[in-house]
C-alpha cells in the first residue's frame, strides 16, 4: 500500500502561537490531501480538501483562518494552526488517496496540545 | 448526507473466540467501503476495501462483507489474538465523491 508520513507525531505549544503539521505521500504523488480532526472516542471530522496548487475547500464549520493548508507540491501538503487556543487541542490525521485513486492511505496522526 | 454507524461501540471478549463488527450507512450509492484498525493515538491502517461491485473481501484472518441494499457492511475477525485489541473504523465513500464518511468505530478488548 502506498505511505502517508505524518510530522510531528506530538506537539504541544503555548495558547496564542502557530503550529505546523505536515503530512506527505512517501511513494506517490497526491493531488489531493485530506485533512481530519479526532475528538476522544469520536469519528474522524473532515476539515478540509487540500488541493495541489489551488486552495483548499473547507468543510462548514470550519475557519479557513484558523486552519491554514498549503498544498505547494504533490507529495508536502501543510495545516497550520494558527493563533492556537486550548479548545483546538485534538489529533488531527491527514490522508491521501494511493496511485489508482481508490484506497485511502493515513498519516500516523499529530497530537496537539495547547497550553 | 451520509450516517456511518457502528455496533457496538465497545466489545470485550475471550481469546480464541471470533468477532463480529457492524456498521451500517445510509445511502446506497456508494464507491467502496473500508475497514481501518487504529490503534490508541495512532493513525489509520487500512485493513479492507470493497468496492461497491463486491459482497466480501478476505485477507487472512480478516473477512468483511457488504449488503448495499440494506446499508450494511460487516467485518468478521477469526481466531481473535490479544494483538487484534483496537478500534475498528469503517468509512464509506460515496460515488463521485472523494469524502469518507466515518462511523464513531467499536473498541475491542481481546482478554488473555
Known amino acids: 500500500g502506498a505511505v502517508v508520513s505524518q510530522h510531528p507525531s506530538r506537539v504541544i505549544c503555548k495558547s496564542g502561537t502557530s503550529v505546523k503539521i505536515e503530512c506527505r505521500s512517501l511513494d506517490f504523488q497526491a493531488t489531493t490531501m485530506f485533512w481530519y480532526r479526532q475528538f476522544p472516542k469520536q469519528s474522524l471530522m473532515l476539515m478540509a480538501t487540500?488541493?495541489?496548487?489551488?486552495?483548499?475547500?473547507?468543510e462548514q464549520g470550519v475557519e479557513k483562518d484558523k486552519f491554514l493548508i498549503n498544498h505547494a507540491s504533490l507529495t508536502l501538503s501543510t495545516l497550520t494552526v494558527t493563533s492556537a487556543h486550548p479548545e483546538d487541542s485534538s489529533f488531527y490525521i491527514c490522508s491521501a488517496y494511493g496511485q489508482t485513486e481508490t484506497e485511502a492511505f493515513f498519516g500516523q496522526g499529530t497530537r496537539l496540545t495547547v497550553v | 448526507k451520509q450516517e456511518v454507524t457502528q455496533i457496538p461501540a465497545a466489545l470485550s471478549v475471550p481469546e480464541g473466540e471470533n468477532l463480529v463488527l457492524n456498521c451500517s450507512f445510509t445511502?446506497?450509492?456508494?464507491?467502496?467501503l473500508q475497514w481501518f484498525r487504529q490503534d490508541p493515538g495512532k493513525g489509520l491502517t487500512s485493513l479492507l476495501l470493497i468496492q461497491s461491485s463486491q459482497r466480501e473481501q478476505t485477507s487472512g484472518r480478516l473477512n468483511a462483507s457488504l449488503d448495499k441494499s440494506s446499508g450494511r457492511s460487516t467485518l468478521y475477525i477469526a481466531a481473535s489474538q490479544p494483538g487484534d485489541s483496537a478500534t475498528y473504523l469503517c468509512?464509506?465513500?460515496?460515488?463521485?465523491?472523494?469524502?469518507?464518511?466515518f462511523g464513531a468505530g467499536t473498541t475491542v478488548t481481546v482478554r488473555a
Open positions: 468509512a464509506v465513500r460515496l460515488r463521485g465523491d472523494y469524502k469518507l464518511s
Open positions: 487540500s488541493n495541489e496548487g489551488s486552495k483548499a475547500t473547507y
Open positions: 445511502d446506497s450509492a456508494i464507491y467502496n
